[in-house]
């Protein structure tokens, strides 16, 4: 077996502490790491083991966060899947691709959880306000400033790192 997708496992669940403890230090300043790992395994492997990767994040995040539980879960698999699938057709390497869809899927999870969370209690929000409110300037603009260096530890920590050649 490859030892690349062990691995893989072991460094969503560090990050996932290191988020936690980041939450707890700055509340909401802090960047949404395991989003990152999902998005540079997604990105190297492609889609399905960024889906798969995406529902043991997101079964961690279920698993000791309130709320529904299955949200995360869906939303990290959907977001795995989805940057694995479009990982051959942008440049994986480059600040721009680490650093921005980072940022947009962070901004579309904060949206559909927004959504899920608000039409499904009694209180009414009108539509365009959800876009507002969704809009999390320090937590997006943290998870965007460390995506690169999120990146560049995964790939020297990473044993049998290799990006996948098409």
């Not at 879960?73 to 390497?93: C, Q, R």
């Not at 721009?96 to 209690?121: D, H, M, P, W």
Request: aromatic share 22%; charged share 10%; hydrophobic share 55%.
């Amino acid at each position: 077996m490859n030892s690349f997708r062990p691995s893989a496992f072991f460094w969503v669940f560090v990050f996932f502490l290191i988020q936690n403890s980041l939450n707890y230090l700055f509340y909401s300043k802090a960047p949404f790491l395991i989003l990152i790992v999902v998005l540079f395994y997604s990105l190297s492997e492609g889609a399905a083991l960024g889906a798969f990767i995406g529902l043991w994040a997101g079964f961690l995040l279920d698993l000791f966060g309130a709320g529904r539980m299955g949200f995360w879960m869906t939303a990290l698999a959907a977001a795995g899947y989805f940057s694995g699938s479009i990982s051959k057709k942008v440049f994986p390497d480059s600040l721009f691709t680490k650093a921005g869809l980072s940022f947009v899927i962070f901004y579309v999870l904060s949206f559909a959880e927004l959504l899920t969370v608000r039409y499904q209690s009694s209180e009414g929000m009108g539509f365009p306000h959800v876009f507002v409110e969704a809009f999390l300037f320090w937590p997006l603009v943290t998870t965007a400033l460390c995506s690169p260096w999120v990146f560049q530890v995964l790939k020297r920590s990473t044993p049998d790192y290799r990006r996948r050649t098409y």
